[in-house]
T-cell receptor, first 112, second 115 residues
Framework: DAGVIQSPRHEVTEMGQEVTLRCKPI?????LFWYRQTMMRGLELLIY????????DSGMPEDRFSAKMPNASFSTLKIQPSEPRDSAVYFC??????????FGPGTRLTVT | DQQVKQNSPSLSVQEGRISILNCDYT??????FLWYKKYPAEGPTFLIS?????DKNEDGRFTVFLNKSAKHLSLHIVPSQPGDSAVYFC??????????????FGTGTRLTIIP
């Protein structure tokens, strides 16, 4: 059974450009989470969905960030426009029961 | 405002000895605690968890201890093996409206096992 799939694995972009990160959760999982990892703040929850519906987006840093889950097998996290301070590793995770979450390999984003 | 704190950014332990990783939390509403392990270039993987109704949970070489009065939990690995070298994240859930599905993570402790 495939785990959580994220693409791209690495993204380098220039400040001001739009960035779209993609995630395919584990089939059958009802919850999907987007996290950001930085050295200073560790793993921060940005937003999570239950049955494709956003439940809590209080961690989304600014209006430049948006996330969608059009169906049970796909989600996107978009940053527009991107800034150098958005450089981080972004993880997607999914779960069946909520707290035992399965993480994807992450997308390393570099904004120059 | 860090509700889950791992005050040791790194720890080095000799192979075969015990590794003890510590975690403190501030929110008394947390009622479920987890440890995740992360290798470079991979996502975190679930390791072990404990409910607030218990004070100890054991799984092979890994034991998690919870001290609710001190708001402190620890992860013991014994004996430590080279493959245990990784970053360990403590996480907590159960606080507030959203319930157990929302995890709050610490900043992680990098464990290095010295052969």
């Amino acid at each position: 059974d495939a785990g959580v799939i994220q693409s791209p694995r690495h993204e380098v972009t220039e400040m001001g450009q739009e960035v779209t990160l993609r995630c395919k959760p584990i089939s059958g999982h009802d919850y999907l989470f987007w996290y950001r990892q930085t050295m200073m703040r560790g793993l921060e929850l940005l937003i999570y969905f239950n049955n494709n519906v956003p439940i809590d987006d209080s961690g989304m840093p600014e209006d430049r960030f948006s996330a969608k889950m059009p169906n049970a097998s796909f989600s996107t996290l978009k940053i527009q426009p991107s800034e150098p301070r958005d450089s981080a590793v972004y993880f997607c995770a999914s779960s069946l029961v909520g707290y035992e979450q399965y993480f994807g390999p992450g997308t390393r984003l570099t904004v120059t | 405002d860090q509700q889950v704190k791992q005050n040791s950014p790194s720890l080095s332990v000799q192979e075969g000895r015990i590794s003890i990783l510590n975690c403190d939390y501030t929110n008394s509403m947390f009622d479920y605690f987890l440890w995740y392990k992360k290798y470079p270039a991979e996502g975190p993987t679930f390791l072990i968890s404990i409910s607030s109704i218990k004070d100890k949970n054991e799984d092979g070489r890994f034991t998690v201890f919870l001290n609710k009065s001190a708001k402190h939990l620890s992860l013991h690995i014994v004996p430590s093996q080279p493959g245990d070298s990784a970053v360990y994240f403590c996480a907590a859930s159960g606080a507030g409206y959203f319930g157990n599905e929302k995890l709050t993570f610490g900043t992680g402790t990098r464990l290095t096992i010295i052969p």
